[in-house]
Nanobody, 120 residues
Framework: EVQLMESGGGLVQPGGSLRLSCAASGFTFGNYAMSWVRQAPGKGPEWVSSIGRSGGGPTYADAVKGRFKISRDNAKNTLYLQMNSLKPEDTAVYYC?????????????WGQGTQITISS
């Protein structure tokens, strides 16, 4: 069974940083491109970032470009998202997923998510 477990969220002040982790199991992690998706209160899911299966080709939504960095460690079956210069509008539940499952119709494969709240 595919399992994704996000962690690292919390409450942080504007301008602060957080590092999210996504521990994967139940599939060969290194065979899949991975993505981060977020959902803010009252809004639909928003794609944040993707990375190729071997760590190449990172891409970012315009809203986070220059502030977030996606990475992965295939030996640890873990995906990361380093978030810097956080803004209140970054407040959301953050999910990881196979890029192939990043469409909201497949949200059942995103795991539980981790809550990020940016507030003073």
């Amino acid at each position: 069974e595919v399992q994704l477990m996000e962690s690292g969220g919390g409450l942080v002040q504007p301008g602060g940083s957080l590092r999210l982790s996504c521990a994967a199991s139940g599939f060969t992690f290194g065979n899949y491109a991975m993505s981060w998706v977020r959902q803010a209160p009252g809004k639909g899911p928003e794609w944040v970032s993707s990375i190729g299966r071997s760590g190449g080709g990172p891409t970012y939504a315009d809203a986070v470009k220059g502030r977030f960095k996606i990475s992965r460690d295939n030996a640890k079956n873990t995906l990361y998202l380093q978030m810097n210069s956080l803004k209140p509008e970054d407040t959301a539940v953050y999910y990881c997923a196979k890029t192939a499952d990043s469409d909201p119709k497949n949200r059942n494969n995103w795991g539980q998510g981790t809550q990020i709240t940016i507030s003073s």
